[in-house]
């Protein structure tokens, strides 16, 4: 298994030997044998373990056995202890899930802290299977049947061409030793009944299962591969970007083949889950608002707007000195004095510095805002003029406000307030610009 194994990394992961690279540890033996394997062919290796305190003593003995295999290997090791059924109680998920999201935060820790490349983990080609059952059994789209990726940003996992029994005829041959989770043989866990009760069964009707599997993976990343040369290509005709905001062309969308599956494709990765509604919002009403954990998508007249969600507990109202040159919160703007009288535009204003305090105030809009617009007598409501420009509900959101006292300067890249313009009696101008 040696040969072969740096064969693969080799021929498929090259970078790895140039790379520092932290070994995720659990003392089980996928995750020993990745050590000797990595170890044995001089790679620049540290080990991670996370003590998750579910199984008294256990627990405790993988953590020695870890520390132990490190001091016999001459590798460093990084040990962390968590109150993992606490975590699980205050955020509400499952032991499972509540494991995964520590051990993974305090993996990224290490990698900034220590400088590391890469997360190596020791995921294999039975648990691949076990993933895409797992997958088949909820309903998932094509991304869930690919398997678990080799390489994933910063997670790479090498022995996922290799299968558990050539793992465990490793360990055996070269007097390896590692821990046994007694948990693993449990049947509560839905992956544990699939790996005791289902793939045995799968392995007998075809003996070459694995190596079946991993055909079928290969033909369905190459189906995927398709799919995203035409999303695409698609793309580029349906999509725009406005600073930080998608709009998709709803009259394109609803010329396509099969609109639903088009948009489950370019949505997928914004964690919406009810694709019924997000088709029905290509006829709904316009101002129809879904959302998912953090972004939201809006129907606005003949757009689908895709936004992420504001932080409400950010600061909305940001106050500065208008002897300051240059302003970098909450939008880049630049202060200067000329001698110029060129137009007002969308991105710069002149005003008469007289007219203003010593401190402006950029903020959002607020409900009863009215504020005097160039090029129209008398004032106006601010809600009346974002509908009559025809801005969405997020629009209005990301729209900042240049405020003397509470009094409006400029609709920022939109409209400035004539109370505060130049005029012949003016003595400094200051140019306010969108940097």
Same mark, same amino acid.
């Given at each position: ?213 991993? =055909? *079928?993976? +290969?033909?369905? #990343?190459? !189906?995927?591969?398709?799919?995203? $040369?035409?999303? @695409? /290509? ?105 001698? =110029? *009288?060129? +137009?007002?535009? #969308?991105? !710069?204003?002149?005003?008469?510095? $007289?007219?203003? @305090? /010593? ?77």
């Amino acid at each position: 298994m040696l040969k072969e194994f740096k064969k693969h990394i080799e021929q498929k992961l090259p970078f790895l030997s140039e790379n520092k690279l932290l070994i995720a540890i659990s003392g089980g033996i996928d995750s020993v044998v990745i050590t000797h394997l990595l170890h044995k062919l001089n790679y620049k290796i540290s080990l991670a373990h996370c003590n998750f305190k579910l199984r008294n003593n256990e627990s405790d003995l993988d953590e020695e056995f870890v520390k132990n295999l490190g001091k016999e290997l001459n590798i460093e090791v990084h040990t962390t202890s968590f109150n993992t059924k606490e975590y699980s109680k205050i955020n509400k998920t499952s032991t499972q899930i509540s494991a995964r999201e520590l051990r993974y935060d305090w993996f990224n820790e290490l990698v900034k802290k220590h400088s590391f490349d890469y997360i190596i983990t020791a995921h294999h080609a039975d648990d691949n299977l076990e993933t895409f059952i797992i997958n088949l059994t909820r309903g998932t789209g094509l991304k869930g049947l690919t398997g678990i990726p080799e390489i994933n940003k910063n997670i790479i996992r090498p022995l996922l061409n290799f299968s558990r029994e050539n793992i465990k005829n490793y360990a055996l041959k070269n007097n390896i030793t590692w821990r046994e989770d007694l948990s693993n043989s449990e049947t509560k866990y839905i992956r544990n009944k699939i790996r005791h009760n289902i793939t045995p069964k799968l392995k007998e009707i075809n003996p070459e299962l694995l190596n079946s599997f991993s =055909k *079928t993976l +290969n033909y369905l #990343k190459q !189906s995927e591969q398709i799919i995203e $040369d035409r999303i @695409n /290509e698609i793309s580029k005709n349906i999509l725009t970007k406005e600073n930080n905001i998608l709009k998709f062309d709803i009259a394109k969308l609803k010329k396509l083949s099969n609109p639903k599956i088009y948009l489950y494709e370019l949505l997928k990765n914004y964690g919406f889950t009810e694709w019924d509604n997000i088709y029905d919002l290509l006829s709904a009403q316009s101002g129809k608002l879904i959302t998912s954990n953090e972004y939201q998508l809006l129907k606005n007249r003949e757009f689908l707007i895709l936004s992420k969600i504001n932080d409400n507990s950010q600061n909305t109202e940001f106050s500065f000195p208008i002897s300051e040159q240059e302003i970098e919160q909450p939008i880049k703007l630049k202060i200067e004095t000329t001698n =110029k *009288t060129e +137009n007002t535009s #969308k991105t !710069s204003i002149l005003v008469d510095k $007289d007219l203003l @305090n /010593e401190n402006l105030t950029i903020r959002k809009w607020q409900k009863g805002d009215i504020f005097y617009p160039i090029g129209l007598n008398g004032k106006k409501k601010l809600s009346k003029f974002f509908k009559d420009e025809k801005l969405s509900i997020i629009d209005k959101k990301n729209t900042w406000l240049l405020c003397n006292n509470n009094e409006i300067i400029w609709v920022i890249g939109m409209r400035q307030d004539r109370r505060f313009c130049i005029n012949n009696k003016t003595k400094t101008i200051l140019k306010i610009s969108i940097n």
